[in-house]
């Protein structure tokens, strides 16, 4: 299987997705909703490898379940005059709403799955003239989200071993866990002026060799 998609430069993916995604924004067509979610898993079929799109598919079932409450929601909150048929008010809107779900969630997925993002700082950094220091926190904030990740689960076992009954939707191991992000954040500050990262700093121009 080809892993097309992945080779394609960040840059142009990233700004492919951007402008595509503005200007879909602004249509509420049913149909176009419908073709870009299929475009989007063909070209999973094609350009990826087998274990990207059986990720992207799983990721997707979530996406399927609260697009399935935005149909009922769009039915149910619909025009009230026409909520019946397959072309009622009511019906187009609940479709029209989910099915723009899944397109968003379908295009957001090949560029996510299908993009490194040390190389899309590098290829914005290049390409788009992205200042070095962004370019620099962009992959700080990316490698971080590991720790931040098991920071949350310690903060959650720590409650645990202490009694303290912690729900699913708890803020307390939240709050412990921006504790530590805010001093990792304070730690690669500093990191960052100490290899220059200034910021009133200015690349120096390389010297032509004679």
């Known amino acids: 299987m080809s892993n097309l998609i992945a080779k394609i430069d960040p840059f142009f993916k990233f700004a492919f997705v951007i402008i595509f995604s503005f200007v879909f924004m602004f249509t509420r067509l ?11 898993i063909f070209l999973f079929l094609i350009g990826t490898k087998p274990r990207v799109w059986l990720k992207a598919l799983k990721l997707l079932i979530p996406v399927s379940i609260l697009a399935f409450g935005l149909y009922m929601t769009g039915l149910r909150f ?3 005059g026409d909520s019946t048929g397959i072309l009622g008010a009511a019906n187009q809107t609940g479709l ?8 968003f969630a379908s295009l957001s997925l090949l560029f996510v799955l299908t993009t490194d ?21 962009m992959l700080c904030a990316v490698n971080l989200l590991p720790y931040i ?5 310690n903060a959650r076992l720590a409650f645990k071993v202490r009694g303290v ?18 001093r990792w ?12 990262f200034n910021e009133n700093e200015r690349p120096k121009k390389e010297k032509s060799s004679a």
């Open 96 to 103: 029209n709403m989910s099915t723009r779900l899944v397109a």
């Open 185 to 196: 954040s304070e730690t690669l500050s500093i990191a960052m002026i100490s290899k220059g």
């Open 117 to 137: 993002f040390f190389e899309l700082a590098k290829s914005l950094h290049k390409k788009a003239k992205l200042p070095r220091k962004f370019a620099y926190g």
């Open 165 to 182: 009954k912690v729900r699913v939707i708890s803020l307390k191991p939240v709050f412990s866990m921006l504790v530590n992000c805010f």
């Open 30 to 40: 049913m149909w176009l909703n419908i073709g870009v979610f299929t475009s989007c």
């Open 149 to 153: 990740r098991q920071e949350y689960k």
């Open 78 to 80: 619909g025009d009230p």
